[in-house]
């Protein structure tokens, strides 16, 4: 079977220039090079930069056919910049005892490929803690190392 592996992969290499729908299928997804954010009571705005300009799609994860939740969709840009909203597409608060907002959560999926998930699709995690209505960004560094970007609030998944 090991021959037939190598077959497919061979053929889907050689294709990968002459198929008109799916034009980027074989090659190298552009590369995540920073992320950044900021947080107010709004929301959340986040930056992404890429290595080379990205032409996929970025959604809050589970809201990719809600419009206002669609960030980005292909226009082939270095970087982008989209802001998340408090109250929608999914973003979780958490509310001190007075009730007021001291955090805001929210999963953010980048899709390589416009038209279709692929295992080469990142998600992101982005958490805001709002100390004494003062925005602050928390990072979970040990699962961010990935992107060397002390600190952030960005969590790659």
Not at 64 to 79: D, F, K, M, R, W
Request: glycine share 6%.
């Amino acid at each position: 079977s090991q021959m037939s592996w190598s077959m497919v992969d061979s053929y889907v290499r050689a294709g990968e220039n002459e198929d008109p729908i799916h034009p980027s299928t074989g090659r190298d997804p552009a590369r995540v090079n920073a992320v950044s954010a900021m947080c107010s009571s709004d929301g959340i705005t986040a930056s992404l930069s890429f290595d080379r300009p990205f032409s996929g799609k970025i959604y809050s994860r589970d809201y990719s056919l809600v419009p206002e939740c669609i960030y980005y969709n292909g226009a082939g840009q270095h970087t982008v910049l989209f802001s998340i909203p408090a109250h929608r597409c999914g973003t979780r608060l958490t509310r001190t005892t007075r009730n007021v907002i001291d955090q805001m959560e929210n999963r953010i999926y980048l899709q390589m490929d416009k038209e279709t998930q692929t295992s080469l699709d990142k998600q992101f995690v982005f958490v805001c803690q709002l100390a004494a209505g003062q925005a602050a960004l928390s990072a979970n560094h040990t699962r961010s190392e990935e992107y060397k970007i002390p600190p952030t609030p960005i969590i790659p998944l």
